[in-house]
Nanobody, 123 residues
Framework: QVRLVESGGGLVQAGGSLRLSCAASGRTFSSYAMGWFRQAPGKEREFVAHISWSGGNIYYADFVKGRFTISRDNAKNTMYLQMNSLKPEDTAVYYC????????????????WGQGTQVTVSS
C-alpha cells in the first residue's frame, strides 16, 4: 500500500509558475514509477507526465513538453512537477499516481492515487 498526498496547487496568473509535490508513505517509494495526471471540469482525466523508479526514464504529454518538468527525490519519498509558462487551459485538479509496473500513460496502469490538488490559471 502506498499513500500519496499532493500539495503546491493554487491560483496563478498566465505565464506564471507553480511546483507541485507528491509525498509518498507506506511501501518503498523507490519501488514505484510515478505519474502526474490532471482533470479539468467536464473533461476526462488525462496523462501529464511519468517518471521511472530511478528517474532515468521520463515521458510527457505533448501539451506540456518544454513547460513542465517531472522529477523525484527517492531519499525524501517525494515527486515533483515544476510547471512554468502556465496557461488558462492548464487549470485542473492535478493528481499523482504510482505504479509497480512498467507501463505508463493510461490511468489503468496506476494502482495508487492521491486526492488531488487544484491548479487555477487566470488569464
Amino acid at each position: 500500500q502506498v499513500r500519496l498526498v499532493e500539495s503546491g496547487g493554487g491560483l496563478v496568473q498566465a505565464g506564471g509558475s507553480l511546483r507541485l509535490s507528491c509525498a509518498a508513505s507506506g511501501r518503498t517509494f523507490s519501488s514505484y514509477a510515478m505519474g502526474w495526471f490532471r482533470q479539468a471540469p467536464g473533461k476526462e482525466r488525462e496523462f501529464v507526465a511519468h517518471i521511472s523508479w530511478s528517474g532515468g526514464n521520463i515521458y510527457y504529454a505533448d501539451f506540456v513538453k518544454g513547460r513542465f518538468t517531472i522529477s523525484r527525490d527517492n531519499a525524501k519519498n517525494t515527486m515533483y512537477l515544476q510547471m512554468n509558462s502556465l496557461k488558462p487551459e492548464d487549470t485542473a485538479v492535478y493528481y499523482c499516481a504510482a505504479t509497480s509496473g512498467n507501463r505508463y500513460g493510461a490511468s489503468r496502469h496506476y494502482s495508487y492515487w492521491g486526492q488531488g490538488t487544484q491548479v487555477t490559471v487566470s488569464s
